[in-house]
């Protein structure tokens, strides 16, 4: 159940992550967007594998400014997520996230990575982590089966009617 910002935290402490790359690269140009960069930086690139009980379910690819990714990249990310970690590292506070959820067809590698057949429907999300300045620290791009972890949101009344 995901409801809160620690919710989607917490995540990366209730299953395991396997990663595959960790890298500085130059972005693809909607990742420049998405971070608000200019168009000549660089960013440290995370991509891994995250599972639970049940085998993996979720193919992530996770992208910082360099400043704030170069110092985790040799941490330890088994058992937390990037945000988590930069959180905790760096002193980073997560104020707030945007999501786009929307349903997209495996890509063969990453269907071999999850054990579905290419081409599966999976759930794909577009999420950016925005620190208490309102400045966007982390953008993410996951793959994930609905079959294996299901994604489940509450929301809640605001309390305004009208």
Request: proline share 7%.
């Amino acid at each position: 159940m995901i409801g809160t910002i620690e919710d989607m935290i917490a995540l990366g402490n209730e299953t395991r992550y396997k990663a595959l790359e960790r890298a500085v690269v130059k972005p693809p140009p909607w990742v420049i967007q998405a971070l608000r960069l200019a168009k000549n930086a660089k960013v440290v690139r995370f991509v891994g594998v995250r599972h639970n009980d049940d085998g993996p379910f979720q193919h992530v690819t996770v992208y910082l400014p360099e400043a704030l990714g170069r110092p985790l990249l040799e941490e330890d990310l088994s058992t937390t997520s990037v945000i988590a970690t930069a959180e905790r590292r760096l002193g980073i506070t997560v104020k707030f996230s945007e999501q786009v959820i929307d349903v997209a067809r495996a890509p063969k590698a990453v269907a071999d990575l999850l054990g579905v057949p290419p081409r599966t429907p999976l759930l794909h999300f577009q999420r950016t982590y925005f620190n208490d300045s309102g400045e966007p620290v982390e953008f993410a791009v996951s793959y994930q089966s609905g079959e294996r972890f299901p994604y489940r949101v509450m929301l809640h009344r605001s309390g305004r009617r009208g």
